[in-house]
């Protein structure tokens, strides 16, 4: 069974800065692709960031340069570094991990889900 735990969530002024962090525990040792989305009140989850176990990485245009995606295989922990936060970027935070290197993959691709932080960013 793998469970994915998500912490580093909070309230932040706009311009701070968060550190999310994403555990993957699990008898298997797959190399994980691990992904980030966030969902807004009332909203779908919207895909933000992923990185394979490789440390490749894609993140959506509304976040680069703002948002950086890590992780340490040893730890089998993912990171979701968090900078220049808008009002905007406010909402619940999950992770998401699949068995595959792929990043570009649709969010069906993703089997394994947490249950999500929240980020919350005040003007």
């Known amino acids: 069974q793998v469970q994915l735990l998500e912490s580093g969530g909070g309230v932040v002024q706009a311009g701070g800065s968060l550190r999310l962090s994403c555990t993957v525990n699990?008898?298997?040792?797959?190399?994980?692709?691990v992904a980030w989305f966030r969902q807004a009140p009332g909203g779908d989850h919207e895909f933000i960031a992923n990185?394979?176990?490789?440390?490749?990485?894609w993140e959506v245009d509304s976040v680069k340069g703002r948002f950086t995606a890590s992780r340490d295989n040893g730890k089998n922990t993912a990171y979701l570094q968090m900078d220049n936060l808008e009002p905007a970027d406010t909402g619940v935070y999950l992770c998401?991990?699949?068995?595959?290197?792929?990043?570009?993959?649709?969010?069906?691709?993703?089997?394994?889900w947490g249950r999500g932080t929240q980020v919350t960013v005040s003007p």
């Open positions: 990185i394979n176990w490789s440390g490749d990485r």
């Open positions: 699990g008898t298997s040792r797959a190399r994980y692709l």
């Open positions: 998401a991990a699949a068995t595959t290197t792929y990043l570009y993959g649709p969010r069906s691709t993703y089997a394994y």
